[in-house]
């Protein structure tokens, strides 16, 4: 699948049939006591769509950073969640919720890295890693 078609098929159509419900993902909340995550740790959230996980992790006080190719499903999930947000542009795209630490950056993931981005203490990876082609996986 090209990256374009994520708009084409799914967010522009409003169909999201990878079971989005506005709740974080049952293994976050079956986990949450075993991950060992810091507090306030900073978590990296690639292809993030519009994640409900986010916001149940940001409640946590962690900071979330997450990368999303598709503006439609960053400004839904802005949207959805009632998030008054600034959008600022430095070479890519940025969305910074105002209440919650919850900032997105609208991009390929291939086009960002560190230097962009930071380091992190974690990532939460849910549907992110299987929607890269094969091909690209190891890049
Ligand atoms: C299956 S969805 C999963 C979304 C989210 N992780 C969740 O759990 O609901 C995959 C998302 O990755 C985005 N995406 C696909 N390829 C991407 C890429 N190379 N860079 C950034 N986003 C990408 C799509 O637009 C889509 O929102």
Redesign the pocket.
Known sequence: ME?KD?DRLF?KRNFIP?D?VPKPHNHLLRYDNEIGLKRNSRIFVP???M?G?MIWLANKGHEIVG????EV?IRKFFNINKLEHQIYKTDLQVYKANNLNITIYQ????NVDEGILGKFDAIWD???FT??PSQDRTR
Request: aromatic residues 24%; negative net charge.
């Open positions: 990256l994520w967010w990878w989005f292809l993030c769509g994640s996980d990368i999303e190719y598709s499903a991009s390929n993931i291939f849910r549907a992110a929607s890269i």
